[in-house]
């Protein structure tokens, strides 16, 4: 294993931007800054032995201080939306930051989004970087203030995200608070195994082992029910490229799956497959539910290398907890108490067939 750490720029407040590069013996390697958390490439193999980033990004700091689409980035305190920016917990109403908003013919509809515009994905983090023969990564550790974005509780978090020997990227989040909070943590990492700016994920094969799925609103709010996938445009129990049904669906895939497995039980949620390259991610989670997103809203959106990004051109696998879970009370809670530690771990575990 091998740990490189470079210069990525400065931030917004003149603080130096880190970058650590992870590489092991197959020269499958990832780099991650300390602003954002923030995944910025992951190079691996395809048949062929060539060397491709699989994930879309940006090469500046800049863009990464503008990144509406949360590229690669560490999200929280909680991952996905919340209705209107509200919740009420032990009795008293909180209101966070609404930084999603759209129209529904004449009616404004706001949300709030992985955490708000002052989320995990715009701090800069204390890292600790680790390297052995096995295993080499980064810890980031950060504590958010009580109130900040509209939370109740200071929160103290440590995210590890690390690469083994065995082609596995694994993160691992924990966090403390001293007042109850909602916290479900994820990372946004745009992925297509073809490789970064290769074209449109419709004909990667993705199969998930997830029986029910939410139904969402007008609003992108799941609304409350618990619906089987039934053998529809929702279904991915069975392998299937993830164009092949999509001209059921309005734009494309957002949608919330949850795990057959019981949370907190280590298990394989899912997995994605591209055909000219031959890699394989499988993706093992203690979490309960993963977000399937089709990268929708994407428009000419300038990457890396001068390549052009659009709608399609990736997809992300998000394991969270429900959205809106802290106002639907038969959701999992995601409610953290003093006292308790919240851990979980998702790892993407890479081969070649």
């Known amino acids: 294993m091998d740990i490189k750490i470079s210069e990525f720029g400065s931030g917004l407040s003149g603080n130096e931007i880190k970058s650590f590069t992870i590489t092991n013996s197959e020269r499958t390697s990832f780099s991650l800054i300390n602003f954002g958390g923030i995944l910025t490439s992951f ?3 395809n048949s062929n032995n060539k060397i491709e980033n699989v994930i879309l990004g940006f090469e500046n700091i800049e863009k990464y201080i503008d990144n509406p689409h949360y590229f690669g980035a560490t999200i929280g305190r909680f991952s996905n939306r919340i209705a209107s920016g509200r919740f009420s917990l032990n009795g008293k109403v909180y209101t966070l930051e609404c930084n999603e ?6 009616k404004t509809v706001k949300n709030h989004e992985h955490g708000g515009s002052k989320g995990f ?7 600790e970087p680790f390297c052995d023969e096995l295993t080499a990564g980064v ?5 958010f203030l009580d109130r900040e974005s509209g939370y109740p509780g200071n929160l103290e978090v440590s995210i590890t995200i690390s690469l083994n020997e065995s082609n596995e990227l694994i993160f691992d989040y924990n966090a403390k608070t001293d007042i109850p909070t909602p916290v479900s ?3 946004h990492a745009y992925w297509n195994l073809e490789g970064a700016g290769s074209g449109s994920i419709l004909n990667h094969e993705l199969r998930l082992n997830c029986s029910t799925y939410l139904p969402l609103g007008e609003d992108l709010i799941p609304t409350g029910e618990i619906k089987n996938v039934d053998d529809g445009p929702m279904d991915f129990r069975t392998p299937k490229k993830i164009g092949r049904d999509m001209k059921m669906l309005d734009i494309g895939y957002d949608h919330c799956y949850i795990a057959d497995s019981e949370i907190g039980e280590l298990s394989n949620i899912a ?3 591209a055909f000219e390259s031959g890699r394989i991610m499988e993706v093992l989670t203690t979490m309960p539910a993963v977000q399937v997103y089709t990268a929708n809203y994407l428009d000419g959106i300038v990457g890396a290398d001068n390549v052009v990004f659009n709608r399609h051109d990736a997809v992300c696998l998000e394991t969270e907890y429900y959205p809106d879970s802290v106002n639907q009370s038969h959701f999992p809670s995601v409610i953290l108490d003093p006292g308790v530690n919240y851990h979980h771990s998702t790892i993407h ?3 070649i067939k």
Do not use: G, V, Y
């Open 349 to 351: 575990k890479f081969t």
């Open 121 to 127: 994905h715009t701090k800069i983090w204390n890292t």
């Open 101 to 106: 908003e759209f129209q529904i013919e004449n």
């Open 43 to 45: 190079r691996m193999k």
């Open 271 to 273: 997995r994605l497959s």
């Open 139 to 143: 810890c980031l550790r950060n504590t």
């Open 185 to 187: 943590m994820t990372n």
